[in-house]
C-alpha cells in the first residue's frame, strides 16, 4: 500500500526538513510526498481504491500500535493507497473533514503545519515498523 502525505506548505530548508527526509528514508513502504501552496494548487486524484486520513485536532488520538493496526487492515482489505493531509495554518474545510475516512489527531494541541509533517513521517515509519516486527517501538 502506498503511503501518500499530502501537505500544504513548502517545507524549505531547515530542522523538520531534515527529520522529514530522515524519516523518508526509514520507511520500507511505498511512500509518496506532495507539497501544495497554502492555498489553491492542484490535489492529485484521489485513488478510489484508496483511504484518506485528515490531520486534525478534532480527530481520534491513536495509539502508535492503533495507527499500525489501521494501516494492517487498510492494507489487508487491498487498499491501494492511504492519503494523508495536512492543512495549512487555518486547518482544513469541511469538506476534506467530511470526506475522510479517519480524522487523526497528534494531541488536543495545534501543531504547526511542517512539526505536523514531520510528526506523521516518524510515526509512519513506527506503525511500519511495528507492523515489521521491528524493535524501534518501545512499548509501556
Known amino acids: 500500500m502506498l503511503l501518500h502525505v ?7 530548508r531547515g530542522p523538520e526538513a531534515e527529520l522529514v527526509a530522515r524519516y ?6 511505498p511512500l509518496k510526498l506532495t507539497e501544495l501552496p497554502d492555498q489553491g494548487g492542484r490535489v492529485p486524484a484521489r485513488d478510489p481504491n484508496g483511504v484518506t486520513v485528515a490531520l486534525d485536532e478534532r480527530g481520534e488520538q491513536l495509539t502508535s500500535v492503533e495507527l499500525a493496526k489501521q494501516l494492517e487492515k487498510w492494507r489487508d482489505c487491498g487498499k ?13 474545510d469541511a ?4 470526506s475522510a475516512d479517519l480524522l487523526l489527531a497528534f494531541g488536543r494541541a495545534t501543531w ?5 509533517r514531520a510528526m506523521l513521517m516518524e510515526q509512519l515509519f513506527r506503525a511500519t515498523s511495528i507492523l515489521a516486527n521491528h524493535p524501534y517501538h518501545r512499548e509501556g
Open 95 to 98: 469538506a476534506d473533514r467530511d
Open 24 to 29: 523518508e528514508k526509514r520507511i520500507a513502504w
Open 112 to 116: 504547526p503545519h511542517l512539526l505536523a
Open 6 to 12: 499530502v501537505a500544504r506548505g513548502r517545507i524549505g
Open 80 to 92: 491501494r493507497e492511504c492519503r494523508f493531509l495536512i492543512g495549512a495554518a487555518d486547518g482544513h
